[in-house]
């Protein structure tokens, strides 16, 4: 019973992110949060202008919670990608009504890459999808995770 409550808890469409410097990748969950799909790609402008964006999929697509990816290097040392992110979160979080978290994206490119090339993507369709691609890697990471944990994981940090 506690299980079935807790899961009803966990529903509602994620939206999440993989921030770059010229674009941004989303991708969307379904209600039940057990498949995420890329939704598309955002060329970056002004970060208000990317908030404003970024806010209005956010009612379009009816999310309750944002997954921002947050670039960890396999040493485990954050760098100035990192502290950027950070910082782009901060301002974007002060937009949202909805909570915010980051979750991590090693490798999310290049599983996207692969995932593209298996599907006989041409490199230029690659390029122009490769975000939201990666975008949706980042977030079916963090729905199996929910799913294997039946709570829902964090790593605000």
């Keep these: 019973m506690r299980g079935t409550r807790l899961m009803d ?7 999440a992110l993989d921030l770059g410097e010229k674009r941004i990748g989303v991708a969307v969950s379904d209600a ?7 939704l598309t790609v955002l060329k970056r402008k002004s970060r208000q202008e990317d908030y404003s964006a970024i806010v209005r999929l956010v009612a379009e697509q009816q999310a309750n919670l944002l997954i921002v990816g947050l670039p960890i290097p396999l040493s485990g040392i954050e760098g100035e990608k990192v502290a950027w992110v950070r910082d782009y979160a901060a301002g974007l979080e002060q937009n949202l009504a909805i909570p915010l978290l980051f979750w991590d994206e090693a490798l999310t490119t290049v599983q996207a890459y692969d995932s593209m090339r298996q599907r006989g993507r041409r490199m230029k369709q690659a390029k122009e999808r490769i975000d939201a691609v990666a975008a949706a890697f ?20």
């Design 9 to 15: 808890e966990l529903k509602g469409r994620v939206l």
């Design 32 to 38: 039940t949060r057990t498949i995420a799909r890329a």
């Design 138 to 157: 980042i977030l079916q990471s963090y729905l199996d995770a929910q799913i294997e944990q039946g709570t829902p994981p964090r790593m605000k940090m």
